[in-house]
């Protein structure tokens, strides 16, 4: 939609020195700038841009010191950037950039993650590696276009060997026997269901750790891998190539796999094939978008399962939530509400009156919290249980059934925590609510 105009003395010599027919038309300056940097991808020149290069450097290093999962980059009203900083599930200010130098920054992150620097209009996935005190990290990233700009998400992966133990996550002795006892039963078929950042993966990748992986044949199909873990085959979805959860599962079954990782189940061929695979005998691991344990059949059932199958093939349900921790230098005493105290009666847990709250000091960065614990349930399938899915009970009757049968709302395993000074009931119902335990 450019305007002609008449050529002057510029095009002329640029006619003779291109030897190429010379059209002069009027554009936007923004189309104009993206045309330059479709065609001179500006890599070289942005490698070499030290402030913009300095600040990334100090923004890698704040989010490695503090433990931040996920650093945010986004546009402001006035066009200058700002920085955050997930840390243990809540966001930090980090700093601001000014504008000029945000758009730098973003800039040389899309080099260093190989993405098309002249694109910035669509969303655009990434990949790069940071290397801090001898430290090797790789960072998943990601943009989407707002405002004009472009928000960039850099996101650490797990390393393998920072992943914790399944005893260190948090679980009760008790519902970590539950728990192992249903991944280790061959054509087990597991679930762990939760909200995004609720430490399901982690969870994942410490279960796959205790499996005996120089015996067994572990695959895994993820999307994307969060952590690659040595002695389990790890297959990235790639839709761009084909590669689906569908295709890849299909793949890995002829090469017979004692043991797989879905990364997640969220389309009806997925779940079908999972229920194929663990009715053969392969045991299956996998995670699921669901509030609670007790919404897993429902869920699944949602996503095409059949009931009867589910019935006869699902082993274990568990939901998770990753609550903070109080810091142990600033914690100040409290009292628990009257509403604790009857839900701990309810549930035959031991619970006084004493309890802790926030309050903030240097050693956690005026936060009041340091650190994430895991507050579970574990629902294992039995006959009763199998039964009641198959009537199609709603999660709540469900629940009775599998209250009889030992099992216990999350809410009552936070509330464990709570009983023991490691957290806050205000910090527990930021993430569950009494109702659950009704
Ligand atoms: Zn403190």
Redesign the pocket.
């Given at each position: 939609m450019g305007v002609s105009v008449e050529s002057d003395e510029l095009s002329e010599r640029l006619r003779q020195q291109t030897r190429k027919d010379i059209r002069t038309v009027i554009l936007p300056v923004r189309e104009i700038r993206e045309a330059l940097q479709r065609l001179y991808p500006p890599a070289a020149a942005r490698e070499s841009d030290s402030q913009a290069a300095l600040v990334l450097d100090e923004i890698f290093a704040a989010a490695i010191e503090c433990y931040a999962c996920d650093v945010h980059i986004e546009p402001t009203e006035e066009r200058s950037g700002r920085v955050r900083l997930d840390v243990d599930g809540v966001l930090q200010h980090d700093r601001v950039l000014e504008s000029g130098l945000y758009e730098r920054v973003v800039s040389l992150l899309k080099v260093r993650s190989n993405m098309n620097t002249g694109e910035s209009r669509l969303p655009q996935d990434g990949r790069l590696s940071v290397t801090f005190d001898g430290r090797g990290f790789d960072v998943r990233t990601s943009t989407i276009p707002v405002g004009g700009l472009e928000k960039i998400v850099l996101r650490f992966l797990q390393r393998f060997d920072l992943v914790p133990d399944l005893e260190q996550l948090g679980m009760s002795g008790e519902m970590l026997g539950r728990f192992q006892r249903g991944l280790r039963r061959p054509g087990a078929f597991c679930v762990i269901a939760g909200p995004t950042g609720s430490g399901k993966s982690t969870t994942s990748y410490a279960s796959l750790q205790t499996l005996d992986l120089g015996r067994v044949n572990v695959c895994s199909v993820e999307d994307p891998i969060e952590c690659r873990m040595p002695g389990i085959s790890q297959i990235a979805v790639n839709e761009r190539a084909g590669v689906t959860f569908p295709v890849a599962l299909r793949a890995l079954f002829r090469q017979n796999p004692h043991q797989l990782f879905i990364g997640e189940m969220r389309d009806a061929e997925t779940v079908e094939i999972a229920l194929q695979a663990s009715l053969t005998g392969i045991s299956l691991l996998t995670t699921l978008h669901a509030r609670d344990a007790l919404r897993v059949p429902a869920r699944l059932v949602e996503l095409g399962a059949e009931r009867s199958t589910l019935a006869s093939s699902l082993t274990t349900c568990v939901s998770q939530r990753l609550i903070r921790m109080l810091?142990r230098?600033?914690k100040l005493k409290s009292s628990i509400s009257s509403q604790a105290l009857a839900v701990g009666r309810r549930y035959g847990l031991t619970v006084g009156i004493d309890a802790w709250e926030a309050?903030?000091?240097?050693?956690?960065d005026?936060s009041?919290f340091?650190g994430r614990i895991g507050a579970f349930e574990v629902l294992e399938m039995k006959a009763e249980l199998g039964a009641s899915m198959e009537r199609g009970d709603a999660p709540a009757e469900l629940g009775k059934v599998a209250f009889g049968l030992g099992y216990r709302p999350m809410i009552v395993d936070a509330l464990r925590h709570v009983a023991a000074g490691v957290t806050s009931e205000a910090e527990v119902l930021r993430h569950l609510s009494y109702e659950d335990a009704e």
């Open positions: 810091c230098r600033c309050q903030g000091c240097d050693a956690c005026f009041g340091q």
